[in-house]
């Protein structure tokens, strides 16, 4: 028995430790569900934690809703209103969707305000990087795709469909319509 549990735990412990990079990428990544920042320090200028915001369940799904109402029904006018409700657009996923939906909707600067908005509360927002890297295609800068394409090799791996996504507008030709 003492020889099994010699030869378990590190082998438990390995397994943990692989899978911590794996849960690391899946947050970042940002998804359905607004994940809490990573900082030490969660509180906001308003002195509310942003961690008690996102695991509210009201919260969620009132996010959830706006989600649908983005990737569903394709509405990105009221998904910002829906978002913009929600007072926590400092949230990196949040932020990032406000981005998208001001960014489908053809208002680049605004989308390009809250893209940074989200890079700033977590820079590691996978789903930001490639949102903001389409926008930059967008707006004709290459480079500056090819740029985020890179970060979020660094952040996801080649194999992540955010990379997959941008590196397939990346290899379209200039003008060329974006579909996705």
Known sequence: MRRLSMLLVPGLVSMALAAGPVLTSAYAA????????PKSDSSTKK???KS?????PKF????????TTIYDKHDYTD??????QLKRDDV???????????????DYQSSKIYYEI???????????????????????????????????ASLAGTDSSEYRSLAAA????TGATLVY
């Open 92 to 106: 990196a996923d949040v932020a990032n969707l406000i981005g998208y939906s001001y960014r489908k909707l053809g």
């Open 47 to 49: 002195g509310k934690k």
């Open 118 to 152: 989200a890079l700033k509360d977590d820079p590691n927002h996978v789903r930001t990087w490639q949102y903001y890297g389409l926008w930059q295609l967008e707006q004709g800068n290459r480079e500056q795709a090819q740029y985020h394409l890179n970060k979020i």
């Open 170 to 173: 990346l290899d379209k030709p």
């Open 79 to 84: 998904a910002i209103g829906q978002l913009k």
């Open 52 to 56: 008690s915001s996102v695991s509210d």
């Open 30 to 37: 940002g998804s359905d569900d607004p994940s809490p920042p």
């Open 60 to 67: 969620l799904a009132a996010y959830r809703t706006a989600y």
